[in-house]
Nanobody, 121 residues
Framework: QLQASGGGLVQAGGSLRLSCAAS????????MAWFRQAPGKERELVAA???????YYTNSVKGRFTISRANAANTVSLQMASLKPDDTAVYYC?????????????????WGQGTLVTVSS
């Protein structure tokens, strides 16, 4: 029910935009998020946005990444700038029927298939 796209290979300092399309209209009331998982590491919350527009960013991406949602289009995007090799991971969009930002992966009920972002040094 979530379809992520936009990953790819980029050099350090470059930019990428990830998009996630939701198939159900009901997602417009959900909190939407982007997680990432690097090899050998746990899945971590990168950014989230509530249905009311409240945003959350993990410290390592603050000032570089921007999450946004377009409820009319059932999409959520992650604009990533000043990318670093440490940002290399599979990125997943996720959704939960909550008005709050939830920070743990197990709390999210819906997941996209993941899109690989590789940042070369």
């Amino acid at each position: 029910q979530l379809q992520a796209s936009g990953g790819g290979l980029v050099q350090a300092g470059g930019s990428l935009r990830l998009s996630c399309a939701a198939s159900r209209r009901a997602f417009d009331r959900y909190t939407m998020a982007w997680f990432r998982q690097a090899p050998g590491k746990e899945r971590e919350l990168v950014a989230a946005v509530t249905n009311g527009g409240i945003t959350y960013y993990t410290n390592s991406v603050k000032g570089r990444f921007t999450i946004s949602r377009a409820n009319a289009a059932n999409t959520v995007s992650l604009q990533m700038a000043s990318l670093k090799p440490d940002d290399t991971a599979v990125y997943y969009c996720a959704a939960v029927d909550s008005a709050s930002v939830l920070t743990y992966a197990y709390q999210y009920h819906y997941w996209g298939q993941g899109t690989l972002v590789t940042v070369s040094s």
